[in-house]
């Protein structure tokens, strides 16, 4: 099946409905990670058709659950969830961090490349990033424990905002390790074509002290 056609589907399947130009936007974004990464090994999967997949179903599938205007992606790597989010969901604006150089250096050739003004990418430490406006939505791609997650993130969010933390299993263990004051809700994601677990750990605070 031509990779279009997959992509195609594959966002029925989501209950995604994406222009012509939006899908032209995310297979080629594919195809500019598909060769940086002959040089600057971004990623593990070189098949294109596993990275329709594993990037661009796998990030989309939780495009249903942000809201807001302002969106942090913790850890990006080479732009995931991120680019293809925000190329999805254009009126939100979306800031990428991460603390590898190379990875950043793509990010932003990606966000040249594609024309995507709604996208600012930012080489920093978690730890040690600020952002006075803060953000609705926080995501984060399992890069640690959901305490750990809920350590670095919760301090960005405006009022009312969330942290979304993907995590393959559902993250049983974790849960008890988070602090008092964080309300928790776990979704079942479903991401076509991977059988593998995919949830999505949603933490709120709760206004209790921690």
């Known amino acids: 099946m031509p990779l279009n056609a997959m992509l195609e589907r594959g966002l029925s399947e989501l209950g995604s409905t994406a222009g012509c130009g939006q899908r032209e936007r995310l297979l080629q974004f594919l195809e500019l990670l598909r060769r940086?990464?002959?040089?600057y090994s971004l990623t593990a999967i070189e098949d294109p058709r596993?990275?329709?997949r594993l990037h661009l179903l796998d990030s989309l599938s939780i495009a249903s659950f942000l809201?807001?205007?302002r969106v942090l992606d913790v850890g990006t790597g080479p732009g995931l969830p991120g680019i293809p989010l925000a190329i999805m969901q254009p009126d939100r604006r979306f800031v990428l961090l991460d603390c590898n150089a190379k990875k950043i250096r793509f990010v932003r050739q990606a966000v040249i490349e594609l024309g995507l003004?709604?996208?600012v990418p930012v080489q920093a430490r978690v730890e040690s990033f600020t952002?006075?406006?803060g953000f609705d939505c926080v995501l984060a791609r399992a890069y640690?424990?959901?305490a750990e997650i809920w350590a670095d993130a919760s301090r960005l969010l405006k009022t009312g905002g969330s942290v979304l933390a993907l995590k393959g299993r559902r993250p049983e263990t974790e849960l008890g390790d988070l602090p008092a004051g964080v309300?928790?809700?776990i979704h079942r994601l479903r991401v076509p074509g991977v059988d593998a677990e995919r949830h999505l750990a949603e933490l709120r605070?709760?206004?209790q002290d921690s």
């Open 144 to 146: 640690a424990s959901l």
């Open 131 to 133: 952002d006075p406006a």
């Open 50 to 52: 596993e990275g329709v």
């Open 205 to 207: 605070p709760t206004g």
């Open 183 to 185: 309300a928790v809700g």
């Open 67 to 69: 809201y807001g205007e």
């Open 117 to 119: 003004v709604n996208v």
């Open 36 to 39: 940086w990464n002959r040089v």
